[in-house]
């Protein structure tokens, strides 16, 4: 029979592959760039980038597959514990021209633990996918959430509420009035297999969750990739984009993870935005389309 972990290693690479050819026949210029890199400590991975595209600023749709011992730093700064582990996954972060269209943050990824006998001694499943536009149009915030909280009811309907708060309460950054980076989606981690949920159960749901990405973030693309735009939409894009950068190299566990295993710091860092803005004390206009946003951010909406 099929492993556990050969099963997840053909989702993510099947995901892969299905996203960049949706994200390519979106932009309708741009092509993913493939770059295959081995990690010196086990494993390796495919990164794949798309640039300068008519629609897609920057993005990356990466798979990485690595393993190794467990090291002193791991159990000290990560508390992991065991002889061996293993990391599996699929992370993508799309960061597109028009400030209109939104940045979008996905990630499914599984995670096994061996002992002394190379026998699993902890499985855990995690992802999901996030929105962060620059501009707030409800109805696509609706339609997204939508989107999500109609693949979370066909597995378990406790998912979704539980996973998008989960959400919103990871993607803050916490030094900046705990003001979140985005209008959230859902997300989960350590999710262990149990009586009720099976690791089969958790592959299939995981699986869904990646799909659904199509489904969720093209319709929106579509919708708003030809609305004209000016210089101060531009501004506004990369004042946010500095907000997405801050919560990436202070806070996100996987950027984390990913430089503490001796990770291919290119494809941890590829989720940064091509052009990015700071400015001292940068606050928008009472009642303006971006403070209408800012305040989205400030406190989380139940978009459904």
Same mark, same amino acid.
């Given at each position: ?13 099947? *995901?892969?592959? /299905? ?7 979106? &932009? ?14 086990? $494993? $390796? ?11 897609? =600023? ?10 190794? /011992? ?5 159990? /000290? ?6 002889? /061996?582990? #293993? ?20 990630? +499914? ?25 620059? +501009? ?29 708060? =989960? ?27 149990? $009586? ?5 159960? %958790?592959?299939? #749901? ?15 693309? =579509? ?7 000016? =210089? ?16 990436? *190299?202070?806070? &996100?566990?996987?950027?984390?993870? $990913? ?43 139940? %978009?459904?």
């Amino acid at each position: 029979m099929e492993s556990i972990k050969d099963k997840w290693i053909g989702v993510i690479q099947d *995901l892969q592959d /299905k996203i960049c050819g949706k994200l390519e026949l979106c &932009d309708g210029n741009a092509t993913f760039v493939e770059d295959i890199w081995e990690r010196s400590g086990g $494993g $390796g991975g495919k990164t794949r980038v798309i640039t300068n595209g008519n629609v897609f =600023e920057k993005g990356g749709v990466n798979t990485s597959v690595v393993y190794g /011992k467990v090291a002193e730093p791991m159990r /000290k700064e990560l508390g992991i514990h065991g002889e /061996k582990w #293993f990391a599996c996954g699929l992370s993508l972060v799309i960061h597109p021209v028009n400030p209109f269209v939104p940045t979008v943050h996905c990630n +499914y990824r599984m995670f096994e633990l061996y002992d002394e006998k190379d026998e699993v001694i902890e499985r855990w499943f995690g992802g999901g996918t996030d929105l962060t536009p620059y +501009y707030l149009f409800d109805e696509d915030a609706r339609f997204f959430h939508q989107t999500y909280r109609t693949v979370c009811d066909t597995f378990d309907k406790s998912f979704y509420p539980v996973f998008k708060k =989960e959400c919103d309460n990871y993607f803050i950054n916490l030094h900046r009035n705990h003001e979140r980076r985005g209008i959230g989606g859902i997300f989960y981690d350590h999710q262990k297999p149990d $009586g009720s949920h099976s690791p089969e159960f %958790w592959v299939n #749901f995981s699986r869904s969750c990646g799909y659904a990405f199509i489904d969720s973030y093209i319709p929106i693309v =579509e919708r708003r990739k030809q609305m004209p735009y000016n =210089e101060k939409n531009k501004f506004w894009q990369e004042i946010r984009r500095g907000r997405y950068v801050e919560f990436n *190299l202070l806070h &996100d566990r996987g950027t984390l993870f $990913g430089l503490r295993t001796n990770g291919r710091t290119e494809s941890i860092l590829m989720s940064l935005p091509a052009t990015v803005r700071f400015e001292y004390n940068h606050q928008p206009e009472p009642g303006s389309e971006e403070d209408k946003l800012l305040q989205v951010c400030l406190n989380p909406v139940d %978009w459904i």
